[in-house]
């Protein structure tokens, strides 16, 4: 399905997890689609071994598995999507090319869990707004526009920035809230009750 994808291209195979870092040091690699369940090392785990390198690949999950243990160690682990493998095999190639370009990824029935989790966390939300507290006002009107989605141009757009200073807010953001990417950003905001 990938392979047969305009300008996509790929360029290793790991049957486990524990196999997936001697992959990437022998390509450069922009998106690692990650399977959950493997027979020695779990996709979460991998997930987490490949987002610790330096200059990591985005990391998607295409999994049968939704539970929402599964999904939120993930996403913790540092995955930027999370997708089901019901899902048209179009979508999927244009969320490997969203991944890619630095965008979170969701299958529409794992963001609706995701939003109904985050309703009911109704005890988190003093907590993760305390976090949000560290930014600065304009790094939370851009961590905001993250949790409704927004790519970095949107964001410059609706905001009256440049898309070098939207970068430069996000990676702000990421740094000072200790997360790995836009996706955890966005699940702070919405679990904060402003997304």
């Known amino acids: 399905m ?6 996509i291209e790929v360029v290793g195979e790991a049957e486990d997890g524990a196999d997936v870092t001697a ?3 022998a390509h450069p690699t922009d998106v ?6 493997m027979p020695r090392v779990d996709g979460i785990e991998a997930t ?3 987002r610790s390198r330096a200059g990591a690949p985005a990391v998607v999950v295409l999994t049968t598995f939704d539970s929402d243990e599964e999904v939120v160690g993930a996403l913790h682990a540092g ?3 999370y997708l089901l493998k ?6 999927i190639v244009a969320a490997v ?3 890619a370009r630095g965008e979170p990824v969701l299958s529409p029935e794992i963001a609706r869990r995701l939003m109904t989790t985050v309703a009911d966390a109704g005890g988190e939300r003093e907590r993760t707004r305390a976090a949000l507290d560290a930014l600065t006002a304009r790094e939370r009107d851009v961590a ?3 949790g409704r989605g927004a790519t970095n141009a949107e964001i410059a757009a609706r905001l009256f920035l440049s898309v070098p200073t939207v970068k430069a807010h996000v990676s702000n953001v990421l740094l000072k809230l200790g997360l790995e990417n836009r996706t955890q950003v966005a699940l702070l905001v919405h679990a904060a009750g402003l997304g």
């Not at 990938?2 to 300008?7: K, Q, S, W």
């Not at 690692?32 to 369940?37: A, F, I, Q």
């Not at 019901?86 to 979508?91: F, G, L, S, Y």
């Open 79 to 81: 995955a930027s999507g």
């Open 144 to 146: 905001v526009e993250l």
């Open 97 to 99: 090319r969203s991944a």
């Open 48 to 50: 987490r071994r490949v």
């Open 23 to 25: 992959v990437l040091d």
């Open 32 to 37: 690692v689609l990650m399977d959950l369940r």
């Open 86 to 91: 019901d899902m048209a095999p179009e979508r």
């Open 2 to 7: 990938l392979d047969g994808a305009h300008g």
